[in-house]
């Protein structure tokens, strides 16, 4: 009975021995990982830290920028609204003057001149030329032309 008692204690001390290597080694592993992941840590949160700030240099950009576009806005809408109604008055005029001294020129109307014929036509959504339309073969006669 000694001797089962001596093998198993052998056996227990072969165990217990490639155990505490075994805890050596992670012991080991985890230092070596604590040692890589601070660094890599600091890294993350100093990157973090720059991305917040160009966040919030565009975050003020923008409210500059949507500011711009208001004055810009509210400008357009002062010039409209000041020079708008007296250009248009002025261009007006330049074309009702225009308009008179052409008739004066030609020595008739535009009302007594007679009205032009449509040269256009549609046909299934398209413009065709009229030149185009009379070259059109019909579906009675192919040698008869439009």
């Known amino acids: 009975m000694a001797v089962f008692w001596a093998i198993l204690v052998s056996f227990l001390a072969v165990a217990l021995a490639r155990l505490a290597q075994t805890l ?4 080991k592993l985890v230092a070596d990982v604590t040692e890589q992941a601070v660094p890599l840590l600091a890294d993350a949160s100093a990157a973090v830290r720059s991305a917040q700030t160009q966040i919030d240099r565009v975050d003020a950009i923008a409210s500059d920028v949507q500011e711009v576009t208001s004055n810009a806005s509210a400008l357009s809408s002062t010039v409209a609204s000041t020079f708008g109604g007296p250009l248009v008055k002025v261009a007006a005029f330049g074309y009702g003057v225009r308009r ?15 009205a032009k014929p449509s040269r256009r036509t ?15 073969v019909t579906r009675d006669n192919p040698n008869k032309r439009d």
């Open 24 to 27: 050596r080694a992670t012991t």
């Open 100 to 114: 008179a001294i052409g008739r004066k020129s030609t020595g008739a109307s535009a009302a007594d001149a007679p």
């Open 122 to 136: 549609v046909i299934v959504g398209r413009t065709v030329p009229s030149a185009r339309r009379s070259k059109r």
